[in-house]
C-alpha cells in the first residue's frame, strides 16, 4: 500500500529538483553555516532512495513466505513516504510564496518575515532526519525481512492480461452462469405468471451466493413483458426518500430525457409521483441488497396493486426480510454443488483452454482451491480471474494454494468469502490497489461515473505517466483492468460501448472497507454515534453522521475528505478540516447545503480537486486564486455565475466544470447555461474540460491557445464571430467532445471554417444552420469519426438524412428541430452502425419512412412532440434489433397505433408511452 505515497513524495521532490527551488534557498543562505547547505543534497537523496523503493515494490510478489515482515516494512516505507510528501510540499509552499531577489535571505526573512525563515530551518532539520530515517528501513530490510523473498522478474500485469482483454470477468455475462437454470426457470414463471395481482417475489442467501446474477439474468430477459421497470439498491443507510427518488429516476430513465426533478420533494411528494407513475403500468422493480424488512414496509402503500400483473423482486441476505414474500414465492439460494463449482471456475481459469479444460498438472490444486471456495460463485469467479493470469505452472499454483489456506486458517475475524476475495486483491498489480480501495470510500449504493472517479485518481496521484499518454487516459486503462479482473461492475456502457458508470459488489466493498482501515488508506464514516477520528487519517468519507462533531478534531493529515451526507453540520465542518487540515489535497462537498465558501479555502496550498457541485454556492472566494496546485474544479448545477478573476492564476487546472441546467426537460432552446469567465482563462494551457462557457467576443479570439482541451461547450455564441471561433477551434486538435450553443434559436452558425479534428467523436450543435453546410466536406469528410450527432432548431428546409447518412460510425442521432419539412426517409445501408435515434419537435413532419436494411442494429427510437406524425414510421418492422420505442407528447391517434408495436415485433419491442395531457 505504499506505492501511491512513493509516487506522491516523488512527485513532489522532483518538482523541487526540476524548479531548482532548493538552489534558490542554498544560494541566498551561504552565511548561515550548514542548516540550509546540503538542503538541495537531502531531497536529491531521498527522491534517490524513493525510485530504488518504488523500483523493488513494482517487483516484489505479495505471496512470499513472511509477508507479515515484509507487511510491516512496507507500512513503514507508506508512513515515511507520507511524511516527505507533507514536508516537501510544505517547502514548495514556503519557497514558491516568498520571492528570493538578491536582498539577503537571513535579513528579510528574521525582520520581515520570521515565521518564515523558522519553518524553513525545522524543514531543513526534518529532511535531514529522514534521510537517516531511510537509511534505517533499508538497514531493517535486511535484518528482517526473509532474504529469499522471491521476485518475479519482469512481471508486467497488465501485458499479461492483454492476451485476454475481450474475456471479461464479469461473472453475470451468460457465459460465466453456471448451476442457476433451475432457479432461473422458477424465478421466471413467477414473473411472467399469469395472475394480474401485484406478486412479491423474494430471494435470499448469503453473501456473494449469486443472488444478484439470477435476478439480473432474469431481469434483462423478462423486463421487455413490462411497461416500465427498476433497479433499486437499497443500502444500509437508506432513507426512504432516497428510495423514492432512485426507484422515480429508474422509470425516467426509460422515457428518455423528461425527468421528473425530484430534488426538493418532500416524502408526500414522492409519494405521489411514484403513485401516479405507476398507476397505468405493468411494472416490474427489483430491490436489491435489502437488509431491514422496515425499508420495503415505508414504501408499500406507494407500490400499488394496480391489477396489471406487476411485480416486485427483492434480495437479501437476511431471512427475515426475505418473510416479505409469501412463502410460496420465497427462493433461498444455495452454494454450487462440486461439480458445478469446478465448471464455473474452469471457465474463467482456463478460458483460453479448449472446453476450458484443466491441464493435468494443475488439477490437484486446481481442485484444491475450489475446494476452499465452498460454491460460492463470487469467489470462484474472482479467484478464477486471477488465476487465468499465473503461468500453468504446477509450483505457482501450490504456492496460490498455500497462501490461500494460510488466509482461511490465521484470519478469523474475516468471514470465508472476504479470505477468498482478498487473494483477488493480493494479486492485483500493485499499481491497481490504491484505485480499487479508493472505490471503497463511496456509500453502498454508489454507481461509480467513469469520469469522475478517474478524476479523483489523478488528484490523489494514483496514475503514473506513461509516454504521450495523458494521465486520465491511464486511469482509464486502470479501470478496464479493474473491472476484467472482476473488482468493479459495470453498469451502464455509452452507445460507443466505453463504460459510463460501474459499481463495487457489496462483497468486495465490504473487504475494501476492511483494507482501508487495515491498511490505515483511509476511513468511511457511517451511522456512528460517536465521530473518533484518528489523527493519522489520510482520507475520510463521511455517509451519515448521527452526532455532532467535536470542535477539537484535529487531522493534520489529512488529504482527501468526501461527504455524501447533506445533514452534516457543513459549515462547522469545512472550517474545521480548511483550519487543521492543511495539506488537503480532495475537497469534494457535492450536494452539500453550503451556501458559502470560507476564504481560507486558499491556504489549501495543496488542493488538487475542489468538488462544489450541486451546492448553493453563489460566490467564490478571491483567494481560489491561491490554489496553484488545482486540477479539478467543479462547479456544475450550483448557483455560480461568475468566478473571480484570480482563477486564471490557476495554471495546473485541468477540468472545469461550471455547467447550469436551466430546463430539466431540456425542451427548450436555452435548457443549459454557461458561465461568465475572465479574459486570462486562455492561458490555462492544461486545461482538458471546459464546460461550459459564456462566450463573447474578446475570448473567442484567444481561444485556440487551449490546444489541450478535450472536452469543450461554449454558449451564446453570436453571427459576428462565428469566423473568429472557427478560427480558435480548428487550433483544438485533442477536441473529442464539442458543443456550440448560439445565442438564441434565430441565430445562424456560420460554421464553414471550422475543420473537425480526427479524434471528435461527440458533436453538439444548437442553432440555425445554412443548407449546404451539411453538404460540405465538413461533414462529408472531416466527420467521419463522429459517433454522437445532436441538431438542434437547425430549421433545415431540406432532408438532412442523404448528407448525414455518410457519418458511417453514428452510433447516436438526436435531431431536435432539426428539420422543418414533411418526410424523412431512411434508405437501405444508412446508418450501420446507429443504435439510438431520436426526432424531437419538428411540428411539420407527416411521415417517417424505413427501407429495409437500414439501420440494422438500432435499439431505441424515441418520438417527441411530432404534431403531425400520425402513423408509425413506415418499415419500421425492419428493425429487427429494436427494443424500446419511446413516444412522447404525441398525437391521440398514434398512442393506439404503437401500441400495436408490441405484437408487431412479438414483443421483443418495448413500447413507452407519455400523454400529450402530461407535458
Sequence with gaps: MAEAAILAALKVTGDVLASELAEIVVSHTSNIGLTFASLKSSINNISRELRVMKGYLD?????????????????????????????????????????????????????????????????????????????????????????????????????????????????????????????????????????????????????????????????????????????????????????????????????????????????RGLKENLTDLLKEMKYLIVLDDMWDPKAFLDIRDTLIDNHRGSRIVITSRMAEVANLARETKRLELKPLSKKESWNLFCRKAFHLEK???????????????????????LALVSLGGVLSLFDKIESEWKRVYDQLSWELDNNSSLGPLKNILIQSFHYLPRYLKNCFLYCGLFPEDSLLARKRLIRFWVAE?????????????????????????????????????????????DTLRELAIYLCRKENFGLLQKNSKTVNFNTSIRRLSIVKLREEINHDVHLPQLRTFMSFDPTVPSSLLISLILDKSRYLAVLNLEGLLIKTVPDEIGDLFNLRYLGLRGTKVKLLPKSIGKLNNLQTLDLMNSQIQKVPDGIVELKKLRHLFAQV?????????????????????????????LQALESNAIIVRELGNLTQLRSFRIMNVKENYS?????????????????????????????????????????????????????????????????????????????????????????????????????????????????????????????????????????????????????????????????????????????????GIHQLFHFRCHVIQVAADTK
Excluded at 356 to 374: G, Q, T
Excluded at 670 to 681: F, V
Excluded at 782 to 804: C, K, M, N, V, Y
Aim: contains cysteine; charged residues 25%; aromatic residues 8%.
Design 59 to 267: 517487483e516484489m510478489k505479495t505471496d512470499d513466505e513472511d509477508s507479515k515482515s515484509q507487511a510491516a516494512w512496507i507500512q513503514e516505507v507508506q508512513k515515511l513516504a507520507n511524511h516527505i510528501e507533507d514536508i516537501v510540499a510544505e517547502f514548495v509552499h514556503l519557497v514558491g510564496n516568498n520571492k528570493f531577489d538578491g536582498i539577503s535571505f537571513y535579513v528579510r526573512t528574521m525582520v520581515k518575515k520570521p515565521k518564515v525563515f523558522i519553518a524553513l530551518k525545522k524543514i531543513a532539520s526534518e529532511l535531514s532526519e529522514i534521510e537517516k530515517s531511510l537509511k534505517h528501513l533499508a538497514e531493517l530490510k535486511e535484518r528482517w525481512v526473509t532474504k529469499n523473498t522471491k521476485i518475479r522478474k519482469n512481471l508486467d500485469y497488465s501485458n499479461e492480461y492483454s492476451h485476454i482483454g475481450a474475456v471479461s470477468a464479469h461473472f453475470i455475462d451468460e457465459d460465466n452462469i453456471v448451476g442457476i437454470e433451475e432457479n432461473r426457470i422458477v424465478l421466471t414463471n413467477w414473473i411472467i405468471g399469469k395472475k394480474p395481482q401485484l406478486c412479491i417475489i423474494s430471494v435470499w442467501g448469503m453473501g456473494g451466493v449469486g443472488k444478484t446474477t439470477l435476478v439480473t439474468n432474469v431481469f434483462k430477459r423478462e423486463r421487455k413483458n413490462f411497461d416500465c421497470h427498476a433497479w433499486v439498491s437499497i443500502s444500509q443507510s437508506y432513507t426512504i426518500e432516497n428510495i423514492l427518488r432512485n426507484i422515480i429516476s429508474e422509470m425516467c430513465k426509460h422515457e428518455h430525457n423528461i425527468p421528473i426533478d425530484t430534488t426538493n420533494m418532500d416524502l
Design 355 to 377: 472446453n476450458y479444460e484443466c491441464p493435468p498438472s494443475l488439477e490437484k490444486w486446481a481442485r484444491e482451491i475450489v475446494s476452499k471456495c465452498d460454491g460460492l460463485p
Design 461 to 505: 496521484g494514483f496514475i503514473e505517466q506513461k509516454g504521450r499518454s495523458t494521465l486520465e487516459e491511464v486511469a482509464e486503462g486502470y479501470l478496464q483492468e479493474l473491472i476484467h479482473r472482476s473488482m468493479l461492475q459495470v453498469v451502464e456502457k455509452n452507445s460507443s460501448g466505453r463504460v459510463k458508470r460501474c459499481r463495487m459488489h
Design 661 to 689: 441546467r436551466v430546463d430539466p426537460t431540456y425542451r427548450t432552446f436555452r435548457a443549459l447555461a454557461g458561465i461568465s469567465l475572465p479574459k486570462g482563462i486562455v492561458y490555462l494551457k492544461e486545461l482538458q474540460t
Design 723 to 899: 469566423a473568429e471561433l472557427c478560427r480558435s477551434l480548428s487550433k483544438m486538435s485533442s477536441l473529442s467532445y464539442l458543443s456550440i450553443y448560439a445565442s438564441n434559436e434565430n441565430y445562424l452558425l456560420q460554421l464553414e471554417g471550422l475543420k473537425f479534428p480526427p479524434q471528435l467523436q461527440k458533436l453538439t450543435l444548437f442553432g440555425r444552420l445554412k443548407e449546404q453546410m451539411l453538404k460540405s466536406p465538413l461533414f462529408q469528410n472531416s466527420g467521419e469519426g463522429i459517433q454522437t450527432l445532436r441538431l438542434g432548431w437547425s430549421q433545415l428546409q431540406e432532408d438532412p438524412l442523404p448528407s448525414l447518412s455518410h457519418l458511417k460510425n453514428l452510433t447516436w442521432l438526436d435531431l431536435q428541430k432539426a428539420y422543418n419539412g414533411t418526410k424523412l426517409n431512411f434508405k437501405a445501408e444508412w446508418f450501420p452502425k446507429l443504435k439510438y435515434l431520436s426526432l424531437r419537435q419538428m411540428p411539420n413532419l407527416v411521415q417517417v419512412e424505413m427501407e429495409q436494411g437500414t439501420m440494422v442494429i438500432l435499439e431505441m427510437i424515441q418520438l417527441w412532440e411530432l404534431e403531425q406524425l400520425v402513423e408509425i414510421p413506415k418499415g419500421i418492422e425492419h428493425l429487427i434489433n429494436l427494443k424500446w420505442m419511446v413516444c412522447k407528447y404525441m398525437p391521440a391517434g398514434f398512442g393506439e397505433l404503437a401500441s
